[in-house]
Nanobody, 126 residues
Framework: QVQLVESGGGLVQAGGSLRLSCAAS????????MGWFRQAPGKEREFVSA????????YYEDSVKGRFTISRMNAKSSVYLQMDGLKPEDTAVYYC???????????????????WGQGTQVTVSS
């Protein structure tokens, strides 16, 4: 069983930065693709970014390209989301997700992820 715990959310002014962390426990972290999703109030949860098991492949939703950077440190069973140039529309609960096993390629759909964290709130004020 994989458990994911996000941290690093908070309140920040527009233009500011935050770094989200996701600590994983359980097997197979280093062989699992990871992703970040977010859910704004009144909206569906949406894909933000993903990274392959080895960390060489990354993918971003268009609205965060050039502002967000996903990375991982398998030795620490952790994945990160560096968020720069934050905008009020980035306000959401951010979730970390794991595919739970080795599957090649990038996953952007929620049903491609088996395990989810509890989420961390990011609020960007204008």
């Amino acid at each position: 069983q994989v458990q994911l715990v996000e941290s690093g959310g908070g309140l920040v002014q527009a233009g500011g930065s935050l770094r989200l962390s996701c600590a994983a426990s359980g097997p197979a972290f280093s062989t699992s693709g990871m992703g970040w999703f977010r859910q704004a109030p009144g909206k569906e949860r949406e894909f933000v970014s993903a990274i392959t098991a080895g960390g060489r492949g990354t993918y971003y939703e268009d609205s965060v390209k050039g502002r967000f950077t996903i990375s991982r440190m398998n030795a620490k069973s952790s994945v990160y989301l560096q968020m720069d140039g934050l905008k009020p529309e980035d306000t959401a609960v951010y979730y970390c997700a794991s595919r739970g096993q080795y599957i090649s390629g990038i996953a952007t759909a929620q049903n491609e992820y088996r395990y989810w964290g509890q989420g961390t709130q990011v609020t960007v004020s204008s």
